[in-house]
């Protein structure tokens, strides 16, 4: 148990172009729902924190109208990057992590990598 | 402070040879664990977990030691093999909070 679908895996645009990436959990509910950017040989950035049913929880430097995030259902969250530039191509990582505590592990989807053209 | 770096260590083991990876964790107050492996354009995979009410956990060739007193996690793999060969993370949890990500270190398995 515990998969989490990312889609679509890779998106190629052009500048301008507003993104959405979706992150759903298949067979588990996820009240909390993270965000991450990795740049190449780097760690995992953490941009957000999506909470179902309120307002997502944005990390220092993150402009939130720049990533948009949705929680609407426990299995659901969206990330749309809007008006992307090429500075915004990057590889964006969702996890979810199961509802009922907050020690327990995060799960990944398997990333979408963005290039903006 | 937050344990995020700027560039991935490497680690070169024989197939078949013993792997140690390691971890320095920022937080004393962290209590919870983990390390992720992840392949090439992929997500990170959960590997094992550990509590702070603990010194070491065993799952299937893997093994995580944890030293709080040195707030310092490792992570070993037996009889290492190609398709170990990721990007490893350790995941540190202050519980309530986010998940705070280590550098990252890639395993290399040679044949």
């Known amino acids: 148990g515990a998969v989490v679908s990312q889609h679509p895996s890779r998106v190629i645009c052009k500048s301008g172009t507003s993104v959405k990436i979706e992150c759903r959990s298949l067979?588990?509910?996820?009240?909390?729902m993270f965000w991450y950017r990795q740049f190449p040989k780097q760690s995992l950035m953490l941009m957000a924190t999506?909470?179902?049913?309120?307002?997502?929880?944005?990390e220092q430097g993150v402009e939130k109208d720049k990533f948009l995030i949705n929680h609407a259902s426990l299995t659901l969250s969206t990330l749309t990057v809007t008006s992307a530039h090429p500075e915004d191509s990057s590889f964006y990582i969702c996890?979810?992590?199961?509802?009922?505590?907050?020690?327990?592990?995060?799960?990944f989807g398997d990333g979408t990598r963005l290039s903006i053209l | 402070g937050e344990s995020v770096g700027l560039h991935l260590p490497t680690l070169s083991v024989q197939e078949g040879d013993n792997s140690i990876i390691n971890c320095a964790y920022s937080?004393?107050?962290?209590?919870?664990f983990i390390w992720y492996k992840q392949e090439s354009g992929k997500g990170p995979q959960f590997i094992i977990d550990?509590?702070?009410?603990?010194d070491k956990r065993q799952g299937q060739r893997v093994t995580v030691l944890l030293n709080k007193t040195v707030k310092h996690l490792s992570l070993q793999i037996a009889a290492t093999q190609p398709g170990d060969s990721a990007v490893y993370f350790c995941?540190?949890?202050?519980?309530?909070?986010?998940?705070?990500f280590g550098p990252g270190t890639r395993l290399s398995v040679l044949p």
């Open positions: 067979d588990f509910q996820a009240t909390t």
């Open positions: 995941a540190e949890n202050n519980y309530g909070q986010n998940f705070v």
């Open positions: 550990i509590r702070s009410n603990m």
């Open positions: 937080n004393s107050a962290s209590d919870y």
């Open positions: 996890s979810a992590r199961k509802t009922g505590g907050d020690n327990q592990p995060q799960h």
């Open positions: 999506s909470n179902e049913g309120s307002k997502a929880t944005y």
